[in-house]
Nanobody
Framework: DVQLQASGGGLVQPGGSLRLSCAASGGTFDDYAIGWFRQAPGRQREGVSFISPSESRVWYRDSVKGRFTISSDNAKNTFYLQMNSLKPEDTAVYYC?????????WGQGTQVTVSS
């Protein structure tokens, strides 16, 4: 079974950058939709970005457009979320996922804190 391992979170000042990674093991995610959710304290989990190979579609929530970039390296079985121009409101636990045919696989969360 495919398992996902997220990493790359941390503490960064406003305006800074982080790159989150999500490494897959036990299989590949070639045919999966892949992406990131986040959950801030006291708030519901929300989608941040995803890639859907079946739809040839890349999606970003409005608040991160132009600042975040999702990408994948199938040779490394890893996908990424490059986050630039970070804002305090980006503070959350970020979760990577892969989905195919109604089956969802989640990585553990990685904390991103944007604070001066």
């Amino acid at each position: 079974d495919v398992q996902l391992q997220a990493s790359g979170g941390g503490l960064v000042q406003p305006g800074g950058s982080l790159r989150l990674s999500c490494a897959a093991s036990g299989g590949t995610f070639d045919d999966y939709a892949i992406g990131w959710f986040r959950q801030a304290p006291g708030r519901q989990r929300e989608g941040v970005s995803f890639i859907s190979p079946s739809e040839s579609r890349v999606w970003y929530r409005d608040s991160v457009k132009g600042r975040f970039t999702i990408s994948s390296d199938n040779a490394k079985n890893t996908f990424y979320l490059q986050m630039n121009s970070l804002k305090p409101e980006d503070t959350a636990v970020y979760y990577c996922y892969a989905s195919f045919g109604g089956n969802w696989i989640w990585g553990q969360g990685t904390q991103v804190t944007v604070s001066s």
